[in-house]
């Protein structure tokens, strides 16, 4: 049998906009065999089964993304602004910034690296994503999962 762990992230406002109502869903309905992992940034988060929700605070249990956040806040291109970037200003998404967002989105990755660490010496384990603004509407067995 494998353990599963679903891993996800928010910040205060994304925690008051979906993450808590993702939480109680979670709980409800996904079999208690799965895990969720949360990383919470900036807030205060009311776990609703702490034997089945790891909530963790994203600053302190995630320096390396920290760190990566401050190097790279001042560039750009990281943050999404491509307007002046030759290569890539023209082609036909050049509007989309949210796809150089590496700041915006350096939280999964993180966080999704973090939790498969943190599982690696209890054998058979599986991470998965999913995004906090997912509602489990319902019933989600272990064996559906698989």
């Known amino acids: 049998m494998s353990n599963i762990t679903v891993v996800t992230t928010f910040h205060k406002a ?3 906009q979906y993450g808590e109502r993702f939480i109680n869903s979670f709980c409800e309905r996904v079999d208690k065999k799965i895990k969720l992992s949360v990383y919470a940034e ?3 988060v009311v776990n609703p089964d702490p034997a089945q929700v790891q909530v963790l605070d994203a ?6 993304l920290v760190a990566f956040k401050e190097r ?3 560039v750009p291109h990281a943050n999404g602004d491509i307007t002046n970037h ?5 082609r036909k ?3 989309k910034g949210f796809k150089w967002d590496a700041i915006r989105f350096a939280n999964k990755t993180y966080a999704v690296f973090d ?3 943190r599982r690696k010496p209890k054998g058979d384990h599986w991470c998965v994503w999913m995004d906090a603004d997912t ?5 989600w067995s272990y064996n559906e999962f698989l």
């Open 93 to 95: 998404d050049w509007q």
């Open 72 to 74: 790279w806040k001042n």
């Open 86 to 90: 030759p290569a890539r200003n023209g």
């Open 42 to 44: 900036d807030c205060r």
């Open 115 to 117: 939790a498969c660490e």
């Open 59 to 64: 600053k302190t249990s995630l320096p390396k």
């Open 14 to 16: 994304g925690y008051e």
């Open 135 to 139: 509602y489990v509407h319902s019933n």
